[in-house]
């Protein structure tokens, strides 16, 4: 007889899972240096409007899709297409095999977290100038391998924590630090806005130029709001797939959507002051974070100890991403695989993630002279990866469930009685899903190819 599935403890435990997934390095790395890319406000103005208008309906059908099949991603886009006698079986596999490269490259860069709480401990006992070179990017960025090292250890935690499982290894870890993470921020947040930079981050954050934005920038945004909502990996097929009957999907997925996007604007105007102070460091260089903050706490009255309950938070945040993306290629490892226990997956899918993580690790050092474009091969693996395979294998899946799940399943999973603006809302889920969502999904995608000639 099959294993039952794990489900979670709490709704609670529930949204601090998929809220933490959001509060890992996505936005809080990521975003900063995509905005800068993109000339700020307008970007932003752009983003927000795809995360809440795409994004949120596309993250409750990931939801529903698990919680109506109870399985993981391959599984269930495997039952739609069968139901439905399409082509989007292929789905779930690319989904898994996105997510094994991405936790693999993620690993690099929570290794570079890992990095800087181990130095800001440290710093604890040395003075400042001994604690500013020892929390220099630019020497960790010539060391390849001991990024592979970090990358490893990363790896060999999150493995540790996924073979416990949904409960004891995914619901207790990360429900005692995002309260405390998120009081760290707002903290960080009020001291960046005391700097002189803050009306020209301001300026530069919420007056929109639209004349910045160019023909990427749709898809840009597209990818990011699928990257920190999990969209694409399978992640929130799996998380639905845990969900107890009783969980509205509608109501979880939009709040998820909602304070992932508060999420995103709190990261830009805490790091952007620092990065506007910080005249040298430039606004769209992946590194944006790593490079600004520590120098700026290590300049601050107890900067050091702040700094350092600071990254030990975010890596939790950063642990909390990564283990929603191996939970995915193992839960899909056991479900495909029945003679593999959950041991077996967890560990066989970590070696594969650290085979893997050789080549972004080493990218700044020993292949620091292999460029794509005048890209790192870290830079190019994200930009390939978030930019344009993602929305599409979203696109995949989206149209996996829409055609495999009837009318009255999406109807009854959506609608709740007790709910009365989810009768009023139910329409306009169908229309972004039918339409809108594969239309700008599209547009996104044709306007990126004409963007390199």
Not at 316 to 345: H, P, Q, Y
Request: hydrophobic share 55%.
């Amino acid at each position: 007889m099959a294993a039952k599935r794990g489900a979670w403890r709490t709704r609670f435990g529930f949204y601090l899972l998929a809220i933490g997934s959001a509060c890992g390095l996505g936005n809080l790395w990521r975003f900063p240096y995509v905005v800068g890319e993109n000339g700020g406000g307008a970007f932003i103005l752009l983003y927000v409007f795809m995360a809440l208008a795409i994004g949120a309906p596309m993250l409750i059908a990931e939801l529903m899709l698990g919680k109506n099949t109870r399985k993981s991603v391959m599984v269930a886009t495997q039952q739609m297409a069968q139901k439905s006698n399409t082509g989007f079986k292929w789905a779930g596999r690319l989904a898994v095999i996105l997510t094994i490269v991405v936790f693999s490259y993620y690993a690099v860069i929570s290794g570079w977290v890992l990095h800087f709480m181990t130095q800001f401990f440290v710093s604890l006992f040395s003075d400042y100038e001994s604690a500013s070179s020892k929390t220099n990017l630019a020497a960790l960025m010539g060391n390849g391998w001991l990024q592979l090292m970090l990358a490893s250890a990363h790896i060999l935690i999150t493995v540790v924590v996924v073979v416990k499982g949904v409960q004891e290894g995914l619901e207790r870890w990360i429900s005692y630090m995002m309260p405390l993470f998120a009081a760290l921020v707002i903290v960080l947040l009020v001291k960046s806005f005391s700097l002189p930079s803050t009306p020209e981050v301001v300026r530069f954050l919420f007056y929109p130029d639209f004349s910045k934005l160019t023909m990427s920038s749709l898809n840009h945004a597209l990818g990011h709001v699928f990257f920190t909502l999990s969209l694409g990996f399978g992640t929130m097929v799996t998380y639905g797939s845990y969900m107890r009957d009783e969980d509205h999907v509608p109501t979880a997925g939009f709040r998820v959507a909602l304070v992932d996007s508060l999420i995103s604007l709190v990261a830009v105007m805490m790091i952007f002051p620092v990065a506007f102070q910080a005249s040298n460091v430039p606004l769209t260089d992946p590194a944006l974070m790593f490079e600004v903050l520590p120098r700026y706490l290590l300049g601050i009255h107890g900067g050091t100890l702040f700094g350092l309950a600071f990254f030990v938070c975010l890596y939790m945040a950063a642990l909390n991403a990564s283990i929603g993306l191996l939970e995915v290629v193992v839960s899909n490892f056991v479900d495909t695989k029945k003679n593999i226990g959950r041991v077996r997956a967890t560990w066989y899918s970590g070696l594969v993630a650290l085979l893997l993580a050789i080549l972004p690790a080493l990218s700044s050092s020993v292949l620091k002279a292999v460029r794509v474009g005048g890209r790192s091969l870290i830079e190019s693996l994200d930009s390939l990866l978030i930019n344009w395979f993602l929305p599409l294998v979203a696109l995949a899946i989206l149209l996996a469930f829409y055609k495999g799940t009837s009318e009255k399943e999406k109807e009854v999973s959506f609608i709740d009685k007790d709910k009365f603006v989810s009768y009023s809302m139910y329409p306009h889920w169908i229309f972004v899903l039918k339409w809108v969502a594969p239309a700008i999904i599209g547009l996104g995608f044709v306007l990126q190819v004409l963007s390199l000639f």
